[in-house]
């Protein structure tokens, strides 16, 4: 949620390798009673996160997961349970257990009816708030599978002509791979912006582009202050003008499939977003898909090759700003962290990090050299 | 994909009834050898998009579906083949028949495959023009399923950052029943608007608004006429800034489900264009999938009921423009037409029928007194 900027320090800046970035994350999981695995699937969702440069969604979350996990408002120890099977689908409760526990069990799940009759799709209510949707998608990816996976949020977004938040950021992510390691892998949330980027515009003391935010009255603002306070972004799109409704029926639709369909909180029902982690159990709902693209035309891989080409390929509008491809960004980020040999956290980050070491009675995060 | 402005006419409006309309045009197909049931399917399409208002898919299509049946482009006999299968999927050769005819094979295929295992999921390749997306889910709303259908479309959206088109406006289109006849049903193009928006601004003489079409430079324009000829509409999302890539993703995820996993022609391998006709086939790819709800939280309609009241009754910004969830406005188009006794056609529409009943050689479309 929250956007972390990355300021000019005079210093050298402290690197973390991203092994020990997981350590540390296992630890803190672990000290709030989660079992080694499920500390394990949390820290390495938001390794992950961190290591593609989705700051706002890595260690940045790390100390609202642990303060729900400390009043109980999840239950770290939890594990997901089956509660109706056919062979392409399941319907899962994910007993309030952590967002990573619960995603990984029901991709796994996708994966397993999709390999046995080409499509798996798994619907999971009682979950938290489960990362970068992206994660899930590349879980299927590594068995050679396309993956699909979508989560409800808190209410942030306000439909096309209301003036009040009905739905949430609610993204929704796809991957399918090409050859060689190439790949399509869109993660999206369905609202124009994330809050983040309006609290970017805020700590500048920049204006808010048209199509970000509303005001309190339901009209576009272009005060960050007040869009930030008034927690109404536009979906995707923008204003009626520009098809914002199109984005806001992205929104639901991602809720119909997740809150919906699982039984779930759903719409106004899911609690308001908190940092500082809530008093109730979130009872968020998720859907994870699994397809077999080898149940269709033969070499889809080497078409998405050819695919991701034409689209990267295209002739670009300004030749030093390259035509990229969802998910090129997050490949960018992984290639700046291993040249750079570890992660570049914020010093602000950092304190928490400190800070949480110190409650918890853990190790430290420890810096590379 | 051309819009019809209804003008103010002094004469009273001519209207032809749903049954008229449909009578007509499955005389127009039967004329160029199409056998009466696939006539039937292309017409109940046509008029079933005519009578919720979305015009630009209707009878204003019949035109180019006769010229591409007139010259072999489109086989209108063709009967669609199923080339592999698995219990929860199909790949099927749509043999280059009629939209209609291999939309409603593919999901009433999808639909026998969700009620025994939960999930189908079918692609086709050699489709042609499928009409309107939402079409395809109703069929599977019709069996209380979830339905969900994509398509593919000739190159007109620019992926963010390029000057040339590389997608289609890849629509999707998803549907799901709530109690009493109420439903979710989202039908939407991935560009930000489509061509027909455009059109009209520039009959209008007006101004296009940002974030609707790029000039040749690959700059935002508001001169309709440059949009217009210039072909390279912006995504969803409009610019880069306004978070356009999300749309582009999305397009090219529709692709990658309807054209790179059948094998049909994607990307820029799609012909172009054209409202005459075109000599070759246009090996469309799509997909359709149903899903039965009942696999997992039962209650799902009653659900449906509840989450579309919330949508609807969020507070508007402006109490006499109320708040809409997908599909209200085709359900209120539905309405005009059942309280007029009929559908009002544009005087071109007319002259385009009457000229297509005398070189057919079929009963001109007759209109209510």
Redesign the interface.
Known sequence: MFYQIRRNMSAAPKLVAVAESRRFMIDCFKAVKVPQAYAEDQADLLVGADYRGHFSHGMNRLEMYINDLAINATDGAATPKIL?E????A?VDGQNGLGAVVGNFCMDLAIKKAKT???G?V?A?GSNHYGMAGWYPMRAMKQGL?GVSMTNTSPLM???????A??GTNPLA?G?NATNGDR?L?D???T??AVGKIEIQRRKGAKL????AQDP???NTNDAELGFSTGCLYP???SE???G??????G??V??FS?????AN????VRKWTHAGADTAADLGQVFIA???N??????EE??TD?NG??RN?????PS??????GDKESHGMNSVDEAGGIQYLENQIKTCCMLAEKLNIKPLQFID
Do not use: H, I, Q
Request: aromatic letters at 12%; hydrophobic letters at 40%; one cysteine or more.
């Open positions: 109706k056919t062979p392409s689908t319907w009759v080409g499509v799709w619907c209510k396309v306000a439909p096309t002509r209301a003036k009040e009905a739905l796809v399918a399509f869109l999206m949330a369905t124009a912006v582009p048209d199509g970000w009255d339901g009209n995707l799109g923008g003008l520009t098809s409704y199109k984005g806001y029926g992205l639901a639709m809720d119909v809150g919906v369909m699982s039984g759903y719409s106004t029902k397809v077999d693209p149940c269709f035309a033969p070499g889809f078409r998405m695919f034409r689209l295209t002739t670009p509008t300004d700003n390259p035509v990229l491809l969802a």
